[in-house]
């Protein structure tokens, strides 16, 4: 999909159906590679993938979702929070442009099990993702959802 085509259709799904492939799973941590992070320190940042459905059995608002994916950081602090966002948002991008449904999450991490993260990394944010009968067409977003001033 082109670009602004992607970030008009792109939603929050929520609603999941199957398991991803190994292809599309790879071309979403392709994205999240992708990503910008605060002075290029990319050695601050883990992605766990989480299938397991003994470990999703134990994280909570995730959706039933097949797969997690958490971004966690060394010593989060506002560079790092902000840069786990803009990874996630490539990995939400990366996931809808090949039609899989996706949504940030912020509410399970905390039920993140901490032996599956990484040790001396903290879980930030997530996103739930898994195969969805949604498609992704162009939708009427309002232009001024986020108000907007302008200095000139
Ligand atoms: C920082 C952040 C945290 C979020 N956390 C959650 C969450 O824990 N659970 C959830 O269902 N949606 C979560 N969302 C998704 C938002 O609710 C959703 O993006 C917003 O309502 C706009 O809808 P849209 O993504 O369909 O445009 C989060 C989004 C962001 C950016």
């Known amino acids: 999909m082109e670009a602004l085509k992607l970030l008009n259709a792109r939603k929050a799904v929520r609603q999941y159906n199957g398991q991803l492939t ?10 999240a590679n992708e990503g910008p ?23 909570t608002n995730i959706y039933d979702a097949p797969t997690v994916i958490v971004v966690s950081a060394k010593n989060p602090g506002p560079m790092e929070n902000i840069s786990v966002g803009a990874i ?12 899989v449904g996706a949504n940030y999450n912020m509410a399970g991490v905390s039920s993140v099990p901490k032996d599956v993260l990484p040790a001396g ?15 992704f067409t162009a939708r009427d977003v309002a232009k001024d959802r986020i108000k907007t001033n302008v200095v000139k």
């Open 22 to 31: 190994d292809d599309q799973l790879q071309a979403i941590l392709t994205a």
């Open 37 to 59: 992070v605060g002075m290029g320190q990319y050695d601050n940042y883990r992605l766990t993938v989480i299938q397991d459905p003994q470990v999703l059995k134990q994280m």
């Open 121 to 135: 990394f903290t879980g930030v944010f997530a996103l739930t993702l898994g195969q969805t009968d949604e498609s």
């Open 88 to 99: 996630v948002h490539n990995m939400e991008l990366a996931a809808e442009d090949q039609g």
